[in-house]
């Protein structure tokens, strides 16, 4: 023994919702039809029957029956004009055959009203159907041109990009050669030259300020080549929790560091190259230190998706500004005061080159979080 199913409240008010109005109309009609005397007066002086004016309502009431019907078709196509017209020759027959009052007009017109209550409701059905279908067929093609639309902007602006970015790598690449040898030049000599003046001598003090200066100019162009040469390295099966843990050891014992932690799955295999995704965690891992401040707190948490392996690099600082999020991974964009961008728009070049993503997390609010994404690799 089954229990009965309860009904749906949700579907009966969607059923009044389309069809209260026309059940409204019919039931009016019909009441109409009930409730309108229909004989006439006998005056026995002159042998003569008169027949009162609304008499002849009934004749308007028969066509008032296809206001509803058409209605109902527009409300549910050919199930709802069908309907409607079958509810009122169902309403109408007793009336017609005198069970019910009685309707004054001849047998071949009631029975020929009534076959056209079943026509009307089917035929405008039919046609509502195809005009519905032809609308959600339009909708479709406008909706596909939009699509479209967007993903050739889309397309024109990643263009524009690329156009962009080689030319910026070209132009860093030529640079970082031209300034590279001189640099190299001025770095020995000042090396030569600080051996000549004792640690405490005022111009040995000049000589090391050259030499960190040169050292760090030389960084800035390593960095230029960097991007300017990314290239995506070979793909391989890897793991990307224990990269996120040698990233900790790593900055475990730099100065001024925050704590930094590794969080979620023990082991996640994934596909990419080992040592650019080393680089690119250990560069977002500097940025979110920078970020936290030496009190802060910085952790690396790996989770796997349904189609990619997740490590986010989350921070306790102040999170990344409208500015930051819009020129994300954007060259020569940097909120540090001597930063030049390039560190986190080569990531975002071997990530991409990669066939993964690199993200800000904009729905955390508790500090900054940036999300990378590789194709995760099969475990069987």
């Given at each position: 023994m089954?229990?009965?199913?309860?009904?749906?409240?949700?579907?009966?008010?969607?059923?009044?919702?389309?069809?209260g109005?026309v059940?409204a109309?019919?039931?009016?009609?019909?009441?109409?039809?009930?409730?309108?005397?229909?004989?006439g007066?006998?005056?026995?002086?002159?042998?003569?029957t008169?027949?009162?004016?609304?008499?002849?309502?009934?004749g308007?009431?028969r066509?008032?029956?296809?206001?509803?019907?058409?209605?109902a078709?527009?409300?549910g196509?050919?199930?709802?004009?069908?309907?409607?017209?079958?509810l009122?020759?169902?309403l109408?027959?007793p009336?017609?055959?005198?069970?019910?009052?009685?309707?004054?007009?001849?047998?071949?017109e009631?029975?020929?009203?009534?076959?056209?209550?079943?026509g009307?409701?089917?035929?405008?059905?039919?046609?509502?159907?195809?005009i519905?279908?032809?609308r959600?067929?339009?909708?479709q093609?406008?909706e596909d041109?939009?699509?479209?639309?967007a993903?050739?902007?889309?397309?024109?602006a990643?263009?524009?990009?690329?156009?962009?970015?080689?030319?910026?790598?070209r132009?860093?690449?030529?640079?970082?050669h031209?300034?590279?040898?001189?640099?190299?030049?001025i770095?020995?000599?000042a090396?030569?030259?600080?051996?000549?003046?004792?640690?405490?001598?005022?111009k040995?003090?000049?000589?090391?300020?050259?030499?960190n200066e040169?050292?760090?100019?030389?960084q800035?162009?390593?960095?230029f080549?960097?991007?300017?040469?990314?290239?995506?390295?070979e793909?391989?099966?890897?793991d990307?929790?224990a990269?996120a843990?040698?990233?900790?050891?790593?900055?475990?014992?730099?100065?001024?560091?925050?704590?930094?932690?590794?969080e979620?799955?023990?082991h996640?295999?994934?596909?990419?190259?080992?040592e650019?995704?080393?680089?690119?965690?250990?560069?977002?891992?500097?940025?979110?230190a920078?970020?936290?401040?030496?009190?802060?707190?910085v952790?690396?948490?790996?989770?796997r998706?349904?189609?990619?392996?997740?490590?986010?690099?989350?921070?306790?600082?102040?999170?990344?500004s409208a500015?930051?999020?819009?020129?994300?991974?954007?060259?020569f964009?940097?909120?540090?005061?001597?930063?030049?961008?390039?560190?986190l728009?080569?990531?975002?070049?071997?990530v991409?080159?990669?066939?993964?993503t690199l993200?800000?997390?904009?729905d955390?609010?508790?500090?900054?979080?940036?999300?990378?994404?590789?194709?995760?690799?099969?475990?069987?």
């Amino acid at each position: 023994m089954t229990d009965e199913q309860p009904e749906n409240p949700d579907t009966n008010r969607n059923f009044l919702h389309r069809y209260g109005l026309v059940l409204a109309m019919i039931a009016v009609i019909s009441a109409l039809h009930y409730l309108t005397p229909h004989g006439g007066v006998h005056d026995h002086t002159n042998h003569t029957t008169t027949v009162p004016w609304y008499a002849n309502l009934h004749g308007i009431y028969r066509r008032l029956y296809y206001f509803p019907i058409i209605l109902a078709a527009f409300r549910g196509q050919l199930t709802g004009g069908a309907g409607a017209a079958l509810l009122v020759v169902a309403l109408y027959v007793p009336h017609a055959t005198g069970l019910i009052g009685h309707d004054p007009g001849t047998a071949v017109e009631k029975y020929l009203e009534m076959a056209l209550y079943l026509g009307v409701g089917i035929v405008t059905g039919i046609l509502v159907g195809r005009i519905d279908l032809a609308r959600s067929r339009l909708q479709q093609t406008a909706e596909d041109l939009r699509r479209a639309l967007a993903d050739k902007t889309d397309m024109e602006a990643e263009l524009v990009r690329t156009a962009r970015l080689a030319a910026v790598g070209r132009l860093s690449a030529g640079l970082a050669h031209e300034i590279r040898n001189p640099l190299a030049s001025i770095q020995g000599s000042a090396e030569v030259l600080s051996d000549d003046f004792p640690p405490d001598h005022p111009k040995g003090g000049l000589f090391r300020i050259m030499l960190n200066e040169t050292g760090r100019l030389n960084q800035v162009l390593t960095r230029f080549l960097t991007y300017a040469r990314s290239q995506p390295g070979e793909r391989e099966e890897f793991d990307l929790t224990a990269e996120a843990q040698a990233v900790q050891q790593l900055l475990a014992h730099q100065p001024d560091t925050p704590a930094l932690a590794v969080e979620g799955i023990t082991h996640l295999p994934a596909i990419g190259n080992r040592e650019q995704i080393r680089q690119v965690l250990l560069n977002l891992a500097i940025n979110a230190a920078a970020a936290a401040g030496p009190t802060g707190q910085v952790t690396l948490v790996t989770e796997r998706t349904d189609d990619e392996a997740v490590c986010r690099v989350i921070d306790s600082g102040p999170g990344f500004s409208a500015a930051a999020i819009e020129h994300f991974g954007t060259p020569f964009f940097s909120t540090k005061h001597e930063g030049t961008g390039l560190g986190l728009a080569t990531s975002l070049r071997i990530v991409e080159d990669l066939g993964g993503t690199l993200r800000i997390d904009t729905d955390y609010t508790l500090g900054g979080s940036v999300v990378l994404g590789l194709p995760v690799a099969n475990q069987t």
